[in-house]
């Protein structure tokens, strides 16, 4: 008997989303501490398309094929030599490490220290619309500039899949939460808990004042730029790699920080407790199968996902 096949997507020179092929490569096998996951659904980032278009050779360096994707959800298939903490049959989370991706797919094995058990209560497109917008908004917002109660916190991009997450959480923590997106979308984050919304296509974010004692800046560009004129003296401008930015910290008296997503252990497992405690909801946006995964890209790539773009794999 040959060895079973899987299906995964790839892509062999950078370019526009129709690089983007399925193809069959074999199943993995689950090494020492990782469990194989049939996967159920998985999670579409801007880094996905970004990495795909080139646009950060900078940064990365590739080897092709590339498989894409970091994040999904799905079942336990196996689990390979001293795992203890899962058996087959388990509904569960994952988020690979930044690089190492290949969540395209039928199935990835992976670290347990990366996966979580899938809350009850949401769906599979839930539990895979959370890992990495959510460790993202926790590293920002729990461990870089920890919010505490009654802190003003604006969040920019509170549409997006990471801004979501951190509006649910910055909430938790007590903040008075203002946060920016589209008038389109102002309804929608309200229902995730904002308590302002700043449209910015009716409005100018950067005439309020001094008034935040943290800005998560999810945008970057002219964004980034004006969230200075924001923030109270000694206040925190934290950010994430999203577009150009200038560090205007010193003239402006702030406090300027980068979260970055590594060390995820905790921060999975902070976040997974707010979702099996009800307090967080993953946001899904559109749904795209497997097939469609360049009509996936095509809509991240458009810089106005509302939630998590997810592709359904079986
Ligand atoms: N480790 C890291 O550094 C890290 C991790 C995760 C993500 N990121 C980056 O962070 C960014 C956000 O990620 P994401 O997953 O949340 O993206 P996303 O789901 O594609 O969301 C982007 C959101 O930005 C909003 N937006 C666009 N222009 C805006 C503006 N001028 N002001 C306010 N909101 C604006 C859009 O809302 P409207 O449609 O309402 O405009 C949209 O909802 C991406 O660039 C991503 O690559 C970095």
Redesign the pocket.
């Known amino acids: 008997m040959g060895a079973v096949k899987v299906k995964i997507v790839e892509y062999e020179k950078y370019g526009e989303a129709d690089v983007l092929n399925i193809v069959d490569r074999t199943a993995p096998i689950p090494a020492d501490g990782e469990v194989l996951i049939n996967i159920r659904a998985a999670g579409v980032?801007?880094?996905d398309w970004?990495l795909r278009s080139g646009y950060l050779q900078k940064f990365f360096k590739v080897e092709f094929p590339v498989y894409p994707g970091n994040e999904g959800s799905g079942v336990v298939a196996a689990v390979g030599p001293g795992v203890t903490n899962f058996k087959a049959g388990d509904e569960v989370s994952f988020l690979s490490r930044?690089i190492k991706q290949g969540c395209y797919a039928e199935q990835v094995a992976i670290e347990t220290e990366h996966v979580v058990p899938k809350a009850d209560h949401i769906s599979f497109a839930e539990a895979a619309a959370w890992p990495?917008?959510g460790v993202?908004a926790w590293?920002a917002l729990v461990e870089t500039a920890p919010i505490s109660k009654d802190m003003k916190v604006l969040i920019?991009?509170?549409?997006?899949?990471?801004?979501?997450m951190a509006i649910q959480i910055a909430k938790h923590r007590g903040a008075h939460v203002a946060t920016?997106?589209?008038?389109?979308?102002a309804e929608y984050?309200k229902s995730l808990g904002a308590d302002e919304v700043i449209?910015?296509?009716n409005e100018d974010?950067s005439t309020a004042g001094k008034i935040y004692d943290i800005v998560f800046d999810?945008?970057?560009?002219?964004?980034h730029k004006n969230s200075y004129e924001v923030l109270k003296p000694g206040g925190t401008l934290v950010w994430?790699?999203?577009?150009p930015v200038e560090d205007l910290s010193e003239e402006f008296g702030v406090i300027r920080k980068?979260?970055?997503?590594e060390n995820v252990v905790d921060a999975l497992e902070g976040v997974a407790g707010l979702i099996n405690d009800r307090v967080a909801r993953p946001q899904v946006?559109p749904e795209f199968d497997l097939s469609d995964v360049a009509a996936a890209h095509i809509h991240?790539q458009?810089?106005?996902?509302?939630?998590?773009?997810i592709l359904a794999i079986s």
């Open positions: 980032n801007p880094f970004k930044n990495l917008s993202t590293k920019h991009g509170g549409a997006g899949g990471v801004g979501g920016t997106c589209s008038a389109a979308n984050v449209a910015y296509d974010f999810t945008v970057g560009g002219d964004v994430i790699i999203a577009g980068l979260a970055v997503v946006g991240s458009s810089g106005h996902a509302k939630g998590k773009v």
